[in-house]
């Protein structure tokens, strides 16, 4: 019953702790960023009105989150569908690819909610033991061994750390904090607020990054 009370839980992104540092904040997942809440007062003193450092931190946490749970998905898809895993293999890696690297363009506020119930664990065993079940059932074990493979990887976040680490090393510039940086500009836009210029923010960012 508890666990169906998780799934069903409403989102709230103001509830769930976040440990805050002078410098940054980690999440209750463990992923780290560097913003606080006078650096949010700073970049966005309007928006820091109406939100909390706690606020975007969560939501950024969720949408790192939503690489597993939407590349899963795809994956279960193309599992079923494609019956080559030459075609298979290269098809999910490009979309993985672009998914993680580009969530922050694709943030959207309204679709938080429904992200977060695709994101649930439940949600995603359940998903994923069904699709091995049929691939087993069907003996289709070349494909079995592939989809455990790569839901294995994806669940132990190897493939988007390996992502993340090529993308600080090309922009130096952590992919959770170009996240951030996207997450306030359209919560202001959302929200009808004047924020702090991007390539400012980008700067500052940097700046802190590289000590």
């Keep these: ?79 079923l569908s494609l019956q080559s895993w030459l075609a298979l293999i290269p098809v999910f890696l490009l979309f993985l690819g672009f998914w993680h690297t580009q969530k922050a363009a694709l943030y959207v506020p309204s679709i ?16 994923s033991s069904f699709v091995l079940s049929f691939l087993a059932s069907a003996k289709d074990f070349t494909y079995f061994g592939i989809g455990l493979t790569l839901l294995f990887l994806l669940r132990a976040s190897i493939l988007q750390r390996l992502l993340d680490w ?29 924020v702090f210029p991007l390539n400012e923010m980008v700067k500052s960012w940097q700046k802190k990054f590289n000590k």
Aim: contains cysteine.
């Design 1 to 79: 019953m508890k666990v169906l009370k998780e799934v069903f839980r409403k989102y709230d992104p103001e509830q769930v702790p976040v440990m805050e540092f002078p410098t940054h904040a980690i999440s209750i997942n463990g992923q780290y960023f560097l913003i606080n809440q006078a650096f949010l007062d700073q970049a966005a003193p309007s928006l820091a009105k109406q939100l909390s450092v706690r606020f975007i931190v969560n939501e950024a946490d969720l949408w790192i989150k939503s690489t597993t749970a939407i590349c899963s998905i795809v994956l279960w898809i193309l599992l």
């Design 112 to 127: 938080s909610s429904k992200l977060h119930w695709l994101a649930n664990d439940l949600v995603w065993f359940a998903g």
């Design 166 to 194: 090529v993308y600080t090393k090309l922009f130096k510039l952590s992919l959770n904090d170009r996240l951030v940086q996207f997450i306030i500009m359209k919560q202001c836009i959302y929200r009808g607020i004047a």
